[in-house]
């Protein structure tokens, strides 16, 4: 008999997931608490790499999709410190896909909906609670009301996952604060922070705190303002006046970037599940991306989100009888991938945030004989604007 797929969370990770499935043979249905597609903002820009997030699109018939849309040129990156001093420049090779080339979120998640049959994705459906059926399967009662059963159950449903207590008892920890601007249409209205950031990113990095940019395909830049957690509460950085202060003696060229933003700054505290989270396998029922392994935001939520994603497919398509089976194979090579990931994103993000912080950064990016070249390490710095 054909198992009744439900997703519940149509982010990066719950599309790619339907998408491959479908690859696949598989239908799913995807359960999305949002109520249409540009219901809200997407944010900034991911670069997506070889061997996770770029493998999952190919997995998904996407490859050529995402060379056409995405930008190499985004990988650019430069490093500041606080007195406008340029630390590190970097620029790709022209055209080249062959490192970690740079999407807009909203351009990569517009291309997995637009991938998916109309009716994969139910709007405005917010999952409430998933109760085990008697004769296995679970039981889906949403916010607005309706219910739905399903045979195997995914939560997608991003850091405040509501699937995932069904399976592990976790408490969030809190990993750093951070605060974000908009600004549209740079190159008419900010020439000069245009050129100051360029094509991709720029960090200006300070003693345990940093301000950094991206530029996006649409024209806008993306700023944002990181420090460490529990530094100050995340609700005194809602205005532009708290950033400017706490940047106080900054290069006026970098804090222009505080200055020109529109409307005012949208704090967030980021929080992170243990590194070695794990759970004891239940019957028909499973975790992926956020859900299954918050992290430090340090440029691997997504791309690890896209492969979870991949591997949960092909391991469900390979044995669609014995969805148990697959779903066990499934999170005993998800715990072993994501356990030294967790923890470099943990170690990274305390770099990042450090009072040697631009030391340590230049020392990252600078080759060593034996290491990857700073190319290939841009995304692992890459979250954040
Ligand atoms: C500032 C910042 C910058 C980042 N930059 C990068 C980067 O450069 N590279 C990178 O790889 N990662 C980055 N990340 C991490 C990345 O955003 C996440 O890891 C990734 O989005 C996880 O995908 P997901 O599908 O698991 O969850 P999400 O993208 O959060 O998607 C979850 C979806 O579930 C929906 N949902 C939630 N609850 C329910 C519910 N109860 N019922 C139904 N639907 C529900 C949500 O509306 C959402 O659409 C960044 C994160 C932050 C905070």
Redesign the pocket.
């Known amino acids: 008999m054909t198992k009744r797929m439900a997703i519940?969370?149509?982010?990066?990770?719950?599309l790619t997931l339907a998408r491959i499935l479908r690859q696949h043979g598989v239908d799913a249905v995807v359960?999305?608490?949002?109520a249409n597609r540009s219901a809200r903002s997407q944010?900034?820009m991911?670069?997506l790499h070889p061997e996770s997030?770029q493998h999952a699109l190919a997995e998904a018939g996407l490859e050529s999709r995402f060379q056409s849309q995405a930008r190499p040129e985004g990988e650019e990156h430069r490093i500041l410190d606080p007195a406008g001093r340029m630390l590190i420049h970097h620029v790709p090779k022209p055209g080249s896909f062959s490192g970690r080339p740079e999407i807009d979120r909203t351009v990569l998640r517009d291309m997995l909906l637009d991938s998916l049959p109309a009716d994969t994705v139910v709007w405005g459906?917010?999952?409430s609670t998933a109760a085990p059926r008697p004769g296995g399967g679970w039981h889906l009662t949403f916010h607005d009301g309706h219910r739905a059963d399903c045979d195997v159950l995914v939560g997608?449903?991003?850091?405040?996952?509501?699937v995932r207590p069904l399976l592990a008892d976790v408490e969030l920890s809190y990993v750093s604060t951070?605060a974000s601007l908009s600004i549209a249409d740079v190159d008419r209205r900010h020439p000069e922070l245009a050129e100051l950031v360029g094509p991709g990113n720029l960090w200006c990095v300070g003693v345990n705190q940093l301000l950094a940019a991206q530029r996006l395909g649409d024209g806008s830049l993306r700023v944002?303002a990181s420090l460490r957690a529990g530094d100050r509460p995340a609700d005194t950085l809602a205005s532009k006046r708290a950033l400017l202060e706490m940047f106080d003696g900054w290069d006026p060229r970098v804090t222009a970037l505080i200055e020109a933003g529109d409307g005012v700054p949208i704090p967030r505290r980021?929080e992170a599940t243990p590194v070695d989270m794990r759970w004891e396998t239940r019957p028909g029922i499973t975790l992926?991306?956020?859900?299954a392994h918050l992290m430090a935001?340090v440029?691997?939520?997504?791309?690890q989100?896209m492969l979870d994603a991949a591997e949960l497919a092909a391991s469900l398509a390979a044995d669609p009888a014995d969805p148990d089976a697959a779903i066990r194979a499934y999170e005993e090579a998800m715990f072993a991938r994501i356990h030294p990931i967790a923890e470099m994103s943990t170690r990274i993000q305390a770099m990042m945030l450090s009072d040697t912080a631009a030391e340590d950064l230049v020392r990252f990016f600078t080759p060593r004989s034996a290491e990857p070249a700073p190319a290939d390490r841009s995304?692992d710095v890459?979250?954040s604007a």
């Open positions: 519940a969370g149509g982010g990066l990770g719950g359960y999305e608490r949002e944010g900034g991911l670069d997030g459906r917010r999952l997608a449903d991003g850091a405040r996952s509501v951070h944002g980021n992926i991306g956020d859900a935001p440029g691997e939520g997504a791309n989100a995304g890459g979250a």
